[in-house]
């Protein structure tokens, strides 16, 4: 057996400071809509700010201690009770009254003494307008409550891929560890010091410092094309093997090129990530690689990626060399001060030495 659909009745808040008044609205909209009454204005606020709350209210003007007009600014500044429309019922019949009201917020405006078939036609107008508008704010709630919890699974997702691709490549090399963690966080906090810096400032937006921190695990990408004879290597390069580590910064660069092609789009943190792998080894003087540019002309993002890549190798144990103090290898960070790395960063490193060794410790292998 079906189980009938209860359906509630709206409730309507009648206020006005004459029981007749009252008397009369009540038993005029009694058999079609719950009816509460409040014969002054301090009433009238605390029903209105009850719960649950009127889907509607009928406003007398005036009112000995708060006017309709005191009670309906009260309501309009209330975001609890704004929504709820409001129809004065007054005496009141100058059109400077009328048009004060409107101005107020109120959704109509009928005078007395009232004409019942009008009173009902408005009430009900006005209740369909606001369940009209209630369902429609609700879906919208509900919409953007969807495309938040939408967005922040994707992005998670896609955290999720990039930590995932690039500890493929930290897996390669066992000494590695928490590498890829650690330099994501010194980036960070080079980024967020130098943000307002005037050759960083344009650059170092709220959201490209979000990109980098989410680009800068992919910076050794290219390591997955590096065979293990020469990536676990427990001893210096010869000038071939060297040859073939360098090219783990353009293998990267195009591996990401190819995972943008596979999407049909331009992604913003791909952009950033492209340049990490690429341009991570250049240096301030030149004398780096791939391409051998210098200054300005390596992106920043890149230069970054440089000090914190080196300080981390520095203090980290690798299958050919144990791990240096922070002191020691922040001194090798100072000497490459305008020939590995740009001045500017080197004097952030300085300032943040002891960020850098919380984020050490933090990630610790």
């Keep these: 057996m079906d189980i009938p659909t209860i359906i509630e009745k709206p409730t309507v808040l009648v206020v006005d400071d ?23 204005g301090d009433k009238a606020l605390r029903v209105a700010r009850g719960e649950p709350s009127p889907d509607l209210i009928l406003l007398d003007i005036m009112m000995p201690g708060l006017s309709g007009y005191d009670v309906c600014e009260a309501l ?99 000494d590695t560890g928490n590498h890829i963690r650690r330099t994501q966080f010194y980036v960070r906090v080079l980024a967020e010091h130098l943000q307002p810096h005037p050759r960083f400032r344009d650059f170092l937006t709220d959201g490209t410092i979000d990109m980098l921190f989410k680009s800068a695990p992919l910076h050794d990408i290219g390591k997955v094309g590096i065979p293990d004879r020469i990536l676990l290597k ?30 049909g789009m331009d992604v913003d943190f791909l952009r950033l990530a492209k340049e990490i792998a690429y341009y991570h080894q250049e240096k301030w003087d030149g004398s780096g690689y791939p391409e051998g540019i210098a200054g300005d002309t390596i992106p920043i993002s890149a230069r970054l990626m440089a000090l914190a890549d080196v300080y981390d190798a520095l203090i980290s144990r690798r299958v050919y060399k144990e791990g240096m103090s922070h002191e020691d290898a922040a001194a090798i960070i100072r000497d490459g001060r305008g020939s590995h790395f740009d001045p500017d960063i080197v004097d952030a490193f300085v300032e943040l030495q002891d960020e850098f060794r919380v984020i050490a410790a933090r990630f610790a292998d």
């Design 18 to 40: 004459t029981p007749d008044n009252l008397s009369l609205m009540s038993g005029l909209l009694k058999d079609r809509y719950k009816v509460k009454v409040a014969n002054n």
């Design 76 to 174: 309009k500044a209330d975001a609890a009770t704004r929504d709820i429309p409001i129809i004065f019922l007054t005496a009141m019949t100058a059109t400077e009254d009328e048009t004060k009201g409107l101005a107020m917020g109120a959704a109509d405006f009928i005078t007395k003494p009232v004409n019942p078939p009008v009173v009902l036609a408005r009430v009900a107008t006005h209740l369909h307008i606001k369940a009209a508008t209630d369902f429609l704010r609700d879906k919208n709630a509900y919409l953007e409550a969807e495309v938040a919890r939408r967005t922040r699974e994707l992005a998670a997702i896609q955290d999720v891929a990039i930590l995932a691709m690039a500890s493929l490549a930290e897996t390669r090399d066992n």
């Design 234 to 263: 427990p001893g210096r390069f010869d000038a071939a093997e060297f040859e073939t580590m360098k090219a783990h910064t353009t293998l990267g660069r195009d591996a990401i090129i190819h995972a943008e092609r596979k999407l």
